[in-house]
């Protein structure tokens, strides 16, 4: 919690929030579930330290370490040990 002054110089409490490259993962519509929502991933996670539930969400969505070597110009080969 911070705060900074508005234009009259009055004082006013903000909360400071770092918001970095999102990536949706789940999102909620009020005709089906009864309000709007979304939930967003931030972070990457080895896949290790995930747990079962966290997995099945983020299993259709790339990695953002792999997205950024393939966008340098880097193929990526899969290796023939590693599970998908």
Known sequence: MTQIFDDDGTVVPVTVIEAGPCTVLLS???GRDGY???QVGYRDKPRRLASR???GQVVKLESKRAKKRSHAGIE???KADCEP
Do not use: H, K, T
């Open 36 to 38: 709007d929502a979304i």
């Open 76 to 78: 990526m080969v899969a």
């Open 53 to 55: 539930s966290v997995r």
């Open 28 to 30: 909620r519509s009020a």
